[in-house]
């Protein structure tokens, strides 16, 4: 491919000059090749104005680096950009064959984007990561040097492929280049090289051979002035100028951008061609650059070998293996410049001969824009391409095809109905505000009751996704109220994204708002009997816990537990799934929530839903509670990769909790900090609940009670929120209990027993009788502990067994009976030193001091000999992951995966995968993770 692009470009500017002024960006690439052929990958952004030299920069390096690198460069077209993905596709699309040895999900994902397979809209982020996997085994061998020219034309869908596989480029051996006029957001984040002007002498060498006659020197000062350096402005604005003009310099001044200019120069340079020629190179624009397609255009168009020579005499336009023109800017030049009924009538011809079988859609936009008129077929044809768009998952595309199948839609009724799903296919490509837009053309045609409904659930989402207020909310209730009767499925997603913005803010947010739509949803859902789907039972469910409290809600959301287990949930279902598994923390179900955070972060690895995975994950570090600190740590980092990769907001409870049981005091605190401000300022009040619990976690296990109280009385007035602000209670009750305010204490009590007894499980009631036992004493206490201990035991969650054991053993030493201490503490410490609870752990050794018997708790080495992806990687490797499994749940290749545990292995002084649990049980991270 690169060697077909050169034999382009050199047949394009045969008497191209030698580079000169750019010593600096030849070296920056030149290393980027070279770090490439010995297996180190970096992306790099060239920015440039147009005609700044950026291409012939590539050309250079891809023709010093072909030697020794394999290469691979594509160009992007302005009128692509409404063809989902179809930048990878150039790029890959001769890659295939290796897809096979992709994961399966990514291997779908791309196979759907590129349209080979018929198959749900894939997730952005596994096209990402197949195109990544794509590559790399392209760079198997020798390395690859990968350049996308003008990128800025990039559709989105591919833009964001391929920001991602940049991003997670390491060890693979790639050198990735996308080139663009000005830096793009999409790719913020990556090392970026500008490539400016040149220097005065070097701008007057480059004038000196464009104007061979000689010129003036106040006529050359100026031109170099006006040209800033652009290398092509300073050969293509000459040419516009006739000798008195050059001579006397007059015409050259202008206001103009340099980029507007030199492309009117080029259209300038046009004007003179016979029409014949501009119609050629206007059909010639078409971007697919196939021969074969412009000899069939033009002869449908009747244009003969003189409009072909003619054109080849001007310098613009070369045909070989591929139709180029000696610039991009001439492509732009020539489009801009014609006609708009001289475009119609080329789009016309093209659409002819462009095969319906094989390019749908290419065949269906050129119907478009060769159209004035509305027309019915034309618009039925963009709509089909649509919703392959929309399969291949190119939301941004698919709206770019509605919104002009919609202006050609004779049927007012048909233009609504096309407006409102380009509007909708707007919002999902993340555009709200042209979604509003196209909704308020929309309102203006006469709609049906249900389009209206859509319409006003729309407006209610894009308008929520744009402002976050308290309108949101009222809108999104109104929107849900008015799809009742007519589409109930979108109904009660509608209501569950009212019910999850009004309760998002907690304490923090609005409540007489949470009420409103708990009590709209209770009016409009079935009876709990009356339905057993899963999304009917929890929406009902979490209104009931809304409004009446937890009693009146368990026996529904147990209903609801149930069938998000049993029933294969639908897609809206997976994606509130999250709603099942904190109703089984607000019942202290244990077992139910593994259940449900297993099985959805399954379908979410299953689907590749990348969205629904980091929720699921945090889920899942009930890890943590059944005494898996690494596996729950191995989730946070998986977690982390994904809001890295993709933005995703979530924020990072998991290691505050993570550094609190570990007793890691400065990172918890750290943490702790972070998340109160975040929480604060997006008014999130479960944030609060998080570090409140939390550091209260960590004081209680350092023996810092005071400070303990501090952060757990803080959540006595929110524990009607459940989840964590209820379990902060047991930690007041130890905490109180330790620094003698008993009345604080038993106030704990009484409010726990008001969250544990309606509920009745083991667990709750496990909790309840540890709670009592350190208000209580003799025998009475000694039975509640043991009651305690025996339920925790039964439902395997051995922190709490420790934590239990650890409390009755030092109320045993306050009673002066060691021995018996000596019993439950030695167990407390063995089961908090396997757990990782290095806090607690060595407030047993301390209680074991005082009875007699010295015990330490095993000090552990450091982990900052290992990077942070390194032990992400260790972590998932001993977890006997594969090395493909680790790269799809770090969003790595599975060449960057061997690369970093050759270096664990080598720092840990090991030798095998089965040695790396006992190597990583002697490390802990000794600082915050970032």
Not at 22 to 43: M, P
Not at 162 to 188: C, K, S, T
Request: hydrophobic content about 45%; glycine content about 8%.
């Amino acid at each position: 491919m690169a060697e077909r692009y050169l034999r382009q470009r050199a047949d394009i500017m045969p008497d191209i000059a030698p580079l000169r002024g750019r010593r600096d960006e030849l070296a920056e690439l030149e290393a980027l090749v070279r770090r490439a052929r010995v297996g180190h990958s970096r992306a790099l952004v060239a920015c440039g104005e147009a005609g700044v030299g950026k291409t012939a920069l590539l050309d250079h390096v891809i023709a010093s680096a072909e030697a020794t690198v394999r290469t691979e460069r594509i160009v992007a077209s302005q009128s692509e950009m409404e063809l989902a993905y179809a930048g990878p596709q150039a790029l890959c699309g001769h890659m295939m064959d290796s897809a096979a040895r992709l994961p399966a999900p990514q291997q779908e994902a791309i196979e759907a984007a590129f349209g080979l397979r018929s198959a749900a809209a894939p997730s952005p982020f596994l096209v990402g990561l197949a195109l990544l996997g794509l590559l790399t085994e392209a760079a198997e061998d020798r390395g690859l040097l990968c350049v996308v020219d003008d990128a800025q034309w990039l559709d989105h869908a591919s833009a964001r492929a391929l920001a991602f596989a940049a991003r997670r480029l390491d060890a693979e051996g790639i050198a990735l280049v996308p080139v663009m006029r000005q830096p793009d957001e999409v790719f913020a984040g990556l090392a970026h090289m500008v490539v400016e002007g040149l220097g005065h002498e070097d701008a007057r060498e480059i004038l000196r051979l464009a104007v061979p006659g000689g010129l003036d020197q106040r006529v050359r000062d100026q031109l170099i002035a006006e040209a800033r350096g652009n290398p092509l402005a300073l050969r293509e604005l000459p040419r516009a100028l006739n000798p008195a003009q050059i001579a006397s310099g007059l015409t050259l001044s202008s206001t103009l951008p340099l980029e507007n200019r030199i492309e009117q120069s080029l259209v300038v340079q046009l004007a003179s061609l016979p029409a014949p020629a501009r119609s050629l190179l206007l059909a010639a624009a078409e971007p697919t650059g196939d021969p074969g397609l412009l000899w069939r255009a033009s002869a449908v168009l009747g244009l003969g070998p003189d409009a072909f020579d003619a054109a080849k005499d001007a310098e613009a336009l070369v045909v070989g293996t591929r139709v180029g023109f000696r610039h991009p800017l001439v492509r732009s030049a020539v489009y801009r410049a014609a006609s708009p009924a001289d475009r119609r009538r080329v789009h016309d011809a093209l659409a002819d001969v462009t095969s319906a079988e094989h390019n749908p859609d290419r065949r269906a936009w050129h119907r478009a824009s060769a159209t004035l008129h509305p027309d019915d077929g034309v618009a039925a044809d963009l709509e089909r391409s649509a919703a392959r768009a929309r399969t291949r998952g190119g939301p941004a595309a698919a709206g770019a095809f509605l919104e002009r199948a919609a202006e050609l839609t004779p049927s007012p009724f048909h233009r609504g109905q096309r407006l409102i799903a380009a509007a909708e296919a707007k919002h999902d490509a993340g555009a709200p505000g042209a979604a509003l837009r196209l909704l308020e053309s929309a309102r203006a045609l006469p709609l049906t009751t249900l389009q209206e409904a859509l319409v006003a659930r729309l407006h209610a989402r894009a308008g929520y996704a744009l402002r976050r207020d308290r309108s949101g909310v009222q809108h999104l209730l109104a929107a849900a109220q008015g799809l009742e009767g007519l589409d109930p499925v979108l109904a009660r997603d509608t209501y569950v994204e009212a019910l999850a913005a009004a309760t998002y803010g907690g304490r923090l947010g609005d409540a007489e708002q949470v009420a409103a739509v708990a009590n709209a949803i209770l009016a409009a859902t079935p009876a709990a009997e009356e339905s057993d789907r899963a999304g009917d039972l929890i929406l009902r469910g979490q209104a009931l816990l809304a409004t009446e409290g937890q009693e009146a809600a368990i026996a529904t959301l147990r209903r609801a537990q149930r069938a998000f287990l049993e029933q294969a949930p639908d897609f809206l279902e997976l994606h509130w799934m999250w709603f099942a598994s904190r109703a089984a923390q607000d019942l202290w179900d244990p077992a139910g929530l593994r259940a449900l955070a297993d099985r959805q972060v399954e379908l979410a690895r299953t689907e590749g839903v990348v969205t629904v995975l980091p929720i699921a994950l945090s889920l899942l570090l009930v890890q943590m509670t059944d005494g898996d600190l690494d596996g729950a740590e191995a989730s946070c980092d998986e977690i982390d990769a994904i809001k890295e990769a993709t933005g995703n907001p979530l924020p990072r409870y998991g290691r505050l909790l993570l550094a609190s049981y570990r007793g890691q005091v400065d990172e918890a605190e750290r943490w702790g900090e972070r998340i109160r401000a975040d929480g604060q300022a997006r008014g999130e009040g479960y944030a609060l609940s998080a570090a409140n619990f939390s550091q209260a976690v960590l004081y209680n296990g350092l023996g810092r009670f005071a400070e303990a109280v501090a952060c757990s009385r803080r959540e006595l007035p929110y524990t009607h929120e459940l989840n964590l602000a209820m379990r902060t209670l047991l930690e007041l009750v130890e905490a109180a209990t330790h620094t003698g305010e008993y009345a604080l204490a038993e106030s704990a009590l009484r409010q726990l027993a008001g969250v544990t007894r309606p509920v009745g499980t083991t667990y709750a009631l496990a909790v309840l009788a540890m709670a009592e036992a350190q208000l209580r004493e003799g025998e009475e206490a000694e039975n509640l502990y043991r009651d305690a201990i025996k339920r925790f035991e039964h439902e395997r969650i051995p922190i709490w067994v420790g934590r239990c054991r650890l409390l009755y053993g030092e109320a045993l030493n306050r009673q002066g009976r060691p021995a018996d201490a000596h019993e439950q503490l030695r167990a407390a410490h063995e089961v908090l030193t396997a757990c990782g609870l290095n806090g607690f752990a060595q407030r047993a050794a301390d209680e074991l001091r005082a009875s007699g018997e010295t015990l330490r708790v095993r000090q552990r080495g450091s982990a900052a000999q290992l990077t942070g992806q390194e032990l992400n990687v260790a972590r998932l490797a001993r977890e006997e992951l594969t090395n493909r499994e680790i790269g799809a749940r770090l969003f790595i290749s599975a060449h960057t995966v061997e690369y970093h545990l050759r270096k664990v292995f080598a720092k840990l002084g090991i030798k095998r995968r089965t040695e790396l649990k006992p190597a990583l049980a002697e490390l802990t991270l000794t600082s915050p993770k970032t």
